[in-house]
């Protein structure tokens, strides 16, 4: 069937559903918001293309429609205000995704909760603590927005498409994520051996990209508010994976259960995704540096995780 519910119709729900309309993901889509004129005009806007890419049911939902659903996509979440802390956030999101969650679950559904809402990590967590949901079937977006920067900021420097570039960003999708260059390639070469045959690319300048991939959604809301492209192919990616069982590795936030020495955490590793949800936790073996920075930001995690529970 393909359903997919969106929870959420803000920049980057409404980004979404134009992301699966265009790339022709899923069969059924309903979006849930408050604002359900705006969700109809978005649907009337996007049934207009149709015609190019093929049939699609686009809908107004309400909550019982996630009874039987593959997939609920949730995007819902206050935006940080200027004099808000990152916890002042997280609380308020937490109280956000606790009344929707409960919605979703009092309809009955069984399937996969994909979460997209920030701070991802800690409200993925917090999902699968109020669902009771097993570990594969309750995903957060994570870092896949921030490996797909990283790639595409390599990629220009090197003028390589990005997509012959495999890097990943792991630990918490912010100030404390990492890029793993141990066992990153650059056109089937390794970094370090890229290195060594290309001399006017330096591991200063890595450094830097990596930097400047940290603080892009910065830049991008000093800009125009708020970022929502990038996220919503991101997340559309996710979803093609599930519906069409593909079993692509990804960079997304799982629980942990041992991996990286930790448990009771949600946070970003490459995983295996099916029709299943996370068939499978990749754990990277990392060089001690990068086993220092991923402990930092599970440390981090579980601080936020804490005070949300106070």
């Given at each position: 069937m393909e359903k997919i519910i969106l929870i959420g119709n803000g920049d980057v729900g409404s980004s979404y559903s134009f992301a699966l309309v265009a790339q022709g993901i899923g069969n059924e889509i309903g979006i849930i918001d408050l604002d359900k004129a705006k969700a109809a005009?978005?649907?009337?806007?996007?049934?207009?293309?149709?015609?190019?890419?093929?049939?699609?049911t686009l809908y107004v939902a309400d909550y019982e429609d996630c009874r039987d659903a593959d997939l609920v996509v949730i995007t819902a979440g206050a935006a940080q205000l200027p004099h808000e802390t990152r916890l002042d956030l997280t609380k308020k999101n937490a109280q956000i995704m606790k009344k929707i969650v409960k919605s979703v679950i009092a309809s009955g559904f069984q399937g996969i909760f994909l979460i997209a809402s920030n701070p991802?990590?800690?409200?993925?967590?917090?999902?699968?603590?109020?669902?009771?949901?097993?570990?594969?079937?309750?995903?957060?977006?994570?870092?896949?927005?921030?490996?797909?920067?990283?790639?595409n900021a390599i990629g220009e420097q090197l003028t390589i498409d990005p997509r012959d570039i495999q890097i990943y960003v792991l630990?918490?999708?912010g100030d404390?994520?990492?890029?793993?260059?141990?066992?990153?390639?650059?056109?089937?070469?390794?970094?370090?051996?890229?290195l060594e045959t290309h001399p006017n690319f330096s591991e200063q300048d890595l450094g830097l990209i990596a930097e400047k991939v940290k603080n892009a959604a910065y830049d991008i809301i000093a800009a125009k508010g708020s970022t929502h492209y990038g996220i919503a192919i991101s997340l559309a990616r996710i979803t093609r994976s599930i519906l069409k069982d593909e079993h692509a590795v990804l960079p997304v936030s799982v629980h942990l259960e041992g991996q990286y020495q930790a448990t009771d955490v949600c946070i970003s590793s490459p995983a295996i995704?099916?029709?299943?949800?996370?068939?499978?936790i990749i754990e990277m073996p990392l060089n001690e540096s990068e086993q220092q920075r991923m402990y930092d930001s599970i440390q981090a995690l579980k601080t936020m995780q804490a005070q949300l529970q106070e």
């Open positions: 005009g978005d649907i009337q806007d996007l049934n207009h293309g149709l015609a190019y890419v093929g049939p699609k991802v990590d800690v409200l993925t967590h917090y999902v699968k603590k109020l669902t009771g949901f097993p570990s594969h079937k309750v995903i957060g977006s994570g870092t896949s927005l921030d490996s797909a920067r990283l790639r630990g918490e999708h404390t994520q990492f890029p793993v260059w141990s066992h990153g390639n650059i056109g089937g070469l390794s970094v370090h051996e890229w995704v099916n029709s299943q949800g996370i068939r499978e």
